[in-house]
């Protein structure tokens, strides 16, 4: 019981005795007898008083040890909880523990593991590796390149026009016979190929039989604007032994406007001295456009038999930007084995 409400009965008993004592010293009967039902009534009302207090103290006396109880119930299964996340905690330490302990000594059988055949084997691996990373950096250096190519036009503004242009190569043989065998191997008698593109590959191969072969380039731009007209594809040559072999009568230097080809060279190379220089140029006019200027005109070649008949020293791929010289290539082709395989291309 509450240390308050104890104390209050203490008081109602010592009231009680003390009213005893006013009682005995009462002479008059009907004041005793009066105050005493006074007393009495007092008495009735306080201990009802402290019949609902006592009542109230048991009810708070419950909750409280309810909300004890709910407490220790919810302290109880947190700490079950909490329990149980250490214990799973204690076992995965334990798991990677061991895990980590296994793989040690995986690597250190591994390591110890010393001998030929795995020295061998782990070198070859390495040596596929880096293989693979070398062809990986090219392949992502190949990428950055094209996306670069693809950049630098959409900022210098190249017209889709443009790419529709074509850089072209024809040809005719000009001997008593067919010809065949000295001027191309098949191959149509009009090459041509886009911006980006090379030609079909012509095939040289003049010698001692009669005629020689009759060549011409020029570049056609059907949906060009009207400056690129003003563009010209240029040739020129010159032999470095017997001159009968080479020209044919054409100049030495010689260009051709946009829709047009250049005059005909003539190719008559053979047994006699020496060879025949060949050079070719992109001319543009100074009022071109930035893009135009940045514009390479490309020779490509290869030898399919005696490499002494082509190139005389000169890289297989020859290039020059606009308004500049390829580089010469000499033809030298005669009765030794194979001929000079030749093609064109205008890039950017």
């Given amino acids: 019981m509450a240390l308050w409400l104890k104390c209050l009965l203490l008081c109602l008993k010592l009231s009680l005795a003390l009213s005893g004592v006013i009682v005995l010293k009462l002479d008059d009967e009907e004041d005793t007898k009066a105050i005493a039902g006074i007393i009495e009534s007092k008495i009735d009302k306080q201990e009802e008083v402290l019949e609902q207090l006592k009542g109230t103290t048991e009810a708070q006396d419950a909750t409280i040890e309810l909300l004890n109880s709910t407490f220790k119930y919810t302290l109880h299964h947190q700490q079950e909880q909490i329990d149980n996340l250490t214990t799973q905690n204690e076992e995965l330490k334990s798991d990677i523990a061991k895990a980590t302990g296994e793989l040690k000594q995986l690597k250190q059988s591994a390591t110890g593991q010393d001998n030929t055949t795995n020295s061998t084997f782990y070198q070859a691996l390495n040596a596929q590796q880096e293989q693979i990373k070398q062809l990986d950096d090219q392949s992502k250096q ?207």
């Fill in 142 to 348: 190949l990428k950055q390149d094209i996306q670069n190519i693809l950049d630098s036009a959409n900022e210098l503004g190249v017209p889709s026009w443009f790419y529709q242009t074509q850089l072209c190569y024809q040809w005719r043989h000009d001997g008593v016979s067919s010809g065949v065998g000295q001027c191309g191997a098949g191959e149509p008698r009009k090459l041509c190929a886009y911006v980006g593109k090379n030609t079909q590959y012509y095939r040289d191969d003049t010698d001692r039989r009669d005629g020689g072969c009759r060549m011409q380039w020029g570049i056609i731009s059907p949906n060009a604007e009207t400056w690129f007209e003003n563009v010209k594809i240029c040739y020129c040559w010159y032999a470095d032994g017997d001159g009968g072999q080479c020209g044919g009568g054409a100049p030495q230097s010689m260009c051709a406007d946009v829709g047009s080809f250049t005059q005909e060279y003539r190719d008559d190379t053979d047994l006699r001295g020496g060879g025949c220089r060949m050079s070719w140029m992109l001319s543009i006019p100074s009022s071109s456009p930035y893009w135009l200027t940045k514009a390479r005109l490309c020779y490509d070649w290869y030898a399919d038999g005696n490499g002494g008949q082509c190139g005389g020293g000169a890289a297989q791929k020859l290039c020059a930007i606009a308004n500049t010289w390829t580089a010469y290539y000499r033809d030298d082709t005669d009765r030794r084995s194979g001929g000079c395989r030749m093609s064109w291309g205008l890039y950017l």
